[in-house]
């Protein structure tokens, strides 16, 4: 832990004038309460601050509703974006009276797992990385009342943008239907955008940022360098707030929902893990693509906990519209080397240190610190009980035929489904006390509500296809 005199010496030194401190909720969205930058003191850096844990969604009730937020002070940075000079510290939610963290936290969930992982006799630490996708839109209209029910979305590079009018002018160069993936200026509009968003998370102490044009219109894809996983769980926090905020600042409406758009691509988030004892790479060996045993075990794990761990890591209604059987996304549930049709891929590493394994079903939507422990403790599973994956698929799995898919594993197809699933198989989760049955059902109960929104609100395409009946 960073010295707490030496974060105090620098809130005088930079100017700081507020202290925001931040956290997750089980939706995963940020959430924050601020104190005057003069006000805090050692014990408040040391304790944390007391907030209404009721107020937060699947969290505490209101008669029993004090939380503590305490400071991670190895986890902060200045807010780039805030007008009043800013530091932002991390949290973690704690009982005020046992001390410990909240066992509905995500982010003492993910803490507990790399925990738990220190003390597994196999490997002791896991790195994570990520390769996000999201859209950017210039306008955007959401209608929800007792009367209507519709959506908007527009951008310059929508399909709908060539007939348009702007300011000074329709500039006419778009990606090409087709061939949008790594287009460059002038078809590539938010090239500039993203270059934003690297330089500031470059500030931020962010390596390695690689971001490119996605492969549907207005979509943009970005990686970073790998960390622990609590360290990347944050970082993946903080890179959706910059794009937000930056997003806003070229007057542009920034969104991880893994579809919004008919016919464009979705969203995906990859997710690599590899494993390590000390400094010497688990995954690396002597089988299919010089992988280890145990970490083909550890792919045989994700893929039989596969419909448990999308109720974590494709968390949405929404989240099902890229999932649907048949679309060229990774719906069954294969692995293979350098394959990005197959549901886990086995990055191409020159050395064995790059060794690790990508899984492509997850989405942006997710609770990082949730999909990122829940993938950990699938692979896990699988290495404990010795699982087999079976055979590679080495071929595009998008052009099998019927007969060639009856028999291979799928993702769930709705979240219902997944929700099921993480009811029926969780005993996975709840070794050396990662996740609680306590957190499940809390998480179950939010997402239900979620689905029972969706589930009576009409859609405009039943008034359309029913309203003449």
């Known amino acids: ?33 601020t104190i ?18 009721s107020g937060v969604p699947g969290w505490r009730e209101v008669s029993e509703a004090d939380l503590l937020v305490r400071p991670d002070l190895d986890a902060l940075f200045v807010d780039p974006f805030a007008a009043q000079p800013t530091l932002v510290i991390l949290c973690d939610a704690a009982d005020p009276a046992a001390g410990i963290g909240y066992e509905r936290d995500p982010r003492s969930v993910a803490a507990r797992a790399e925990a738990w992982l220190k003390r597994h006799p196999l490997a002791d630490r896991v790195t994570v990385g990520v ?19 519709a959506y908007r979305l527009s951008g310059s590079e929508t399909r709908s943008a060539g007939g348009q009018s702007f300011h000074p002018g329709n500039p006419g160069h778009r990606p090409h239907p087709g061939a949008t993936q790594l287009a460059l200026p002038p078809a590539d509009h938010l090239a500039d955008i993203r270059a934003e968003i690297a330089s500031i998370l470059a500030s931020l102490g962010f390596a390695r940022i690689q971001h490119d044009h996605g492969a549907g ?10 960390g622990g996983l609590v360290e990347t769980a944050d970082r993946l926090q903080m890179f959706k707030y ?73 968390p949405t209604v929404n989240s ?67 699982l087999e994956p079976g055979d ?4 595009n799995v998008y052009d099998l035929r019927p007969e060639e898919i009856q028999d291979l594993p799928t993702v769930a197809r709705s979240l219902e489904e997944a929700l099921q699933a993480l009811e029926e198989d969780h005993d996975f989760l709840l070794v050396g006390d990662v996740m609680s049955v306590d957190l499940i059902e809390a998480y179950i109960a939010l997402k239900r509500r979620e689905i029972e929104l969706v589930e009576a609100t009409p859609h405009p395409l039943e008034v359309q296809l029913y309203y003449g009946i």
């Open 1 to 33: 832990m960073a010295d707490l005199d030496a974060i105090l010496a620098r809130i005088r030194s930079e100017g700081i004038k507020m202290v925001d401190l931040r956290f997750t909720d089980l939706g995963g969205r940020w959430r924050h309460t």
């Open 392 to 395: 590679a698929m080495d071929r």
């Open 36 to 53: 005057d930058a003069e006000s805090v003191d050692r014990e408040i850096l040391e304790h944390g601050l007391m907030i209404d844990g």
């Open 217 to 226: 219109a207005g979509q943009c894809r970005t990686s970073f360098a790998a």
């Open 131 to 149: 390769d996000v996708s999201y859209f950017l839109f210039d306008d955007v209209r959401i209608e929800t009342g007792p009367g209507g029910v």
């Open 320 to 386: 099902y519209r890229r999932l649907r059987p048949g679309s060229d996304e990774p719906t069954l549930l294969t692995y293979a080397a350098h394959n990005r049709s197959a549901a886990i891929r086995i990055p191409y590493a020159s050395r064995p240190e790059r060794k690790r394994i990508e899984v492509r079903f997850p989405d942006p939507a997710a609770n990082p610190y949730l999909a990122f422990t829940a993938i950990l403790m699938a692979g896990l599973d699988g290495i404990e009980r010795r």
């Open 242 to 314: 910059v794009c937000h905020q930056v997003a806003a600042s070229y007057g542009k409406s920034a969104t991880f929902m893994a579809k919004p758009l008919v016919e464009e691509p979705g969203s995906g988030l990859g997710i690599h893990q590899a494993l390590w004892r000390g400094e010497r790479p688990v995954f690396a060996g002597q089988g299919y693509a010089d992988l280890s045993p145990l970490c083909l075990s550890f792919i045989a794990g994700i893929i039989r906990h596969g419909r448990a761990l999308n109720a974590f890591t494709n």
